[in-house]
Structure formats: structure tokens, C-alpha cells
């Protein structure tokens, strides 16, 4: 892909990113995460996000950075951003408007750096030779995806590939406490949802016998009905409890004996954000 001019006379240089949604998953907060850890050093971080959602404590996290975010732009606009910038990061995963973008509209020459925030070899969140294709450096969060046939491909084009774990926030953390407690609580903090959570989770908290151990599911993802009737049809209502997305995620692992992480063994799980706070 052709270069833009000018990148090292620039007494700012500017990193687009390119993103599906801005709601407060992990690739966002490692957005700002490096954001944040690059202030000062002569770098501007802009975002672009295609779904117009937006996360209010984020929001409050990009004004606070001076971080610039554009959430729902036309095409001329996100070539116009594009255009200006030093480097382009499209943060991948599966996403429609995200394919549409950069397989139907004829985007700006730039220096483009795809980062996979999936694993990128199951379905659905499969990183295909065309996305990897379009990249000046391919960065996956999962080591394991170096080993993919897309990763081959790119390297044999000449293609950098390099394995770059999503940055997760220590900030969150700063005030971790212990929560007294009756007996033990083991804690899942992260989507909830068949795409991320074992299929087998019931039955795996059921084979615990020992009734002064609970376990927390805390995280978003829109999976929390379902889990909560399949949870009740186990009889489980007074040892599982099923808690929807939060912020305090220093409170919620003061409140964890265990931190007990289960994944689907066709998760399209990266470098996880969870396990690393």
C-alpha cells in the first residue's frame, strides 16, 4: 500500500484508529490504555468508530486523554481522517459495518496497521487473507494465531507479523480491596455469552457440592437470561448469581476468593483483558 508523506517531519504524529463500536470492551480500553501511555510523546491518538453506541465512562475516559472520537462518520469523512493521518490501526474483529469499509470503499493511500483483537481461526471470527491483505504490519493479541496460514501468507508477501497483546488498564484496578464475605466466591468476570463462556459452566458450578462456595458472573454480552434460566433449572438460584456489565472492576475482584475463567474451547479469546488484570 502506497505511504503518506511527511511522517517524520510531523511535530505531531497522528494514529487513527479504526474500530467497529466504542462500548467498553477490551480493545477499546487498550486504545486508550495506549493512549495514555504514549501522552506527552508526541503522538495523537484519534478514533473512529463505526456503530454510533457509545460507553458514558468511556466517553469521560477520551475527554480526559484529549483523544478525538468519531462515532458513526460517512465514508468522506473516515477518508478524510484517514487522509490526515500518519498511521491507520484498524482494530479488527468481525464486524459488518468494519468489512464493508474496507472491502467497498476506496480508501486513501496510508500506513496501515491491522490489529486482530481475535483469535482469527474460528468461526465466526475468522481473520481472512483479505483484511490481512490490505496491511503494511499485521499484529495479532494471540500468539497462538502466528501459526495461522493467514500469518504465512502475509509474512511470504513480505509483511511484518508480530504478536501484541491488548493492553489492559492497571487503573481500574487501583483500590482492590477484600470484601468480607460468607464462605467462598468464585468470581467470572468477561462477556457473557455462548461466543466466550464453556457451554458446560451450569454443570460445572453444580458438580461443586460443598454449598458454602457461590460463584458471580459479572461482565455484558446480552447472554445473561439465558444463563439465568439454565441456572434455575439446575437449582442453582441460591449459589449462582448472574450480574450484568460493570465498572467497578476493582470491587468485583475484591469480592472473588477465586477467579474461575471457563472459556468455550472454540472461543475466539485473544489476549484477554480479564486474565491480565
Not at 2 to 21: E, K, M, T, Y
Not at 211 to 231: C, N, T, Y
Not at 253 to 261: A, C, H, M
Request: charged share 20%; net charge neutral.
Amino acid at each position: 500500500m502506497a505511504s503518506a508523506g511527511g511522517f517524520d517531519q510531523a511535530p505531531v504524529r497522528r494514529i487513527l484508529h479504526i474500530v467497529p463500536r466504542f462500548v467498553g470492551g477490551g480493545p477499546e480500553r487498550s486504545i486508550l490504555a495506549l493512549a495514555e501511555l504514549l501522552s506527552g510523546a508526541g503522538w495523537r491518538h484519534d478514533i473512529v468508530s463505526i456503530e454510533p453506541g457509545l460507553s458514558p465512562r468511556l466517553l469521560l475516559d477520551v475527554r480526559r486523554l484529549g483523544v478525538q472520537l468519531v462515532r458513526a462518520p460517512s465514508d468522506k469523512m473516515i477518508c478524510a481522517r484517514i487522509a490526515d493521518a500518519d498511521v491507520v490501526v484498524v482494530h479488527y474483529w468481525n464486524h459488518p459495518g468494519l468489512l464493508r469499509l474496507l472491502r467497498e470503499v476506496r480508501l486513501p493511500a496510508m500506513r496501515l496497521v491491522v490489529w486482530s483483537h481475535v483469535y482469527g481461526g474460528t468461526v465466526p471470527q475468522v481473520l481472512s487473507e483479505m483484511v490481512a491483505g490490505l496491511a503494511d504490519v499485521l499484529v495479532h493479541d494471540s500468539r497462538a494465531a502466528l501459526d495461522l496460514p493467514v500469518s504465512d501468507a502475509a509474512e511470504r508477501r513480505g509483511v511484518p507479523v508480530h504478536h501484541v497483546p491488548s493492553l489492559a488498564s492497571v487503573a481500574r484496578l487501583s483500590g482492590v480491596a477484600v470484601r468480607p464475605h460468607a464462605g467462598v466466591v468464585v468470581g467470572y468476570l468477561g462477556l457473557v455469552g455462548e461466543a466466550k463462556l464453556h457451554p458446560r459452566f451450569v454443570e460445572m458450578c453444580a458438580a461443586v457440592r460443598d454449598r458454602s462456595v457461590r460463584f458471580v458472573v459479572v461482565g455484558g454480552g446480552g447472554g445473561h437470561e439465558a444463563l439465568r434460566r439454565r441456572v434455575a433449572l439446575a437449582g442453582l438460584d441460591d449459589r449462582v448469581e448472574v450480574r450484568g456489565p460493570t465498572e467497578d472492576v476493582a470491587g468485583a475482584f475484591g469480592e472473588f476468593d477465586v477467579f474461575g475463567y471457563p472459556l468455550d474451547p472454540g472461543t475466539y479469546a485473544a489476549s484477554e483483558a480479564s486474565l491480565q488484570e
